[in-house]
């Protein structure tokens, strides 16, 4: 998924300060083909890129059922559930997803 690097929370991410704008650093990673572009952006710019056409899937499980693909394109107001928040430590954001044969 070519969004995959996008679905971060952004706020959280080391910044730094790229011609009067904030940038933030972009987790898990940036998008290897584009680097440059895509290690810190922007919120602005991460809600333009989740708006992209998909790039690569990764292909999983052995069922008849049928095929589905999913993208998480953002999440928003998490409820923070993890300790030590006064360091910074927040809640990681993640989804599981259960269809047929695969997890």
Known sequence: LSSTFMAVQAVA???????????????PGPDPK???????MT????SAETRKPSQSW???GSGTLGKLYLEVLSCHDLPN?????????????FVTA?????V
């Open 34 to 40: 584009r680097l440059e572009e895509t290690t810190y």
């Open 13 to 27: 991410s080391p910044s730094k300060r790229v011609g009067g704008q904030v940038k933030r650093r972009i987790k």
């Open 58 to 60: 990764v292909q999983a």
């Open 98 to 102: 259960i269809f047929e044969d695969t």
């Open 81 to 93: 559930v993890d300790v030590g928040e006064a360091v910074g430590n927040v809640t990681d954001s």
């Open 43 to 46: 919120p602005h710019e991460v």
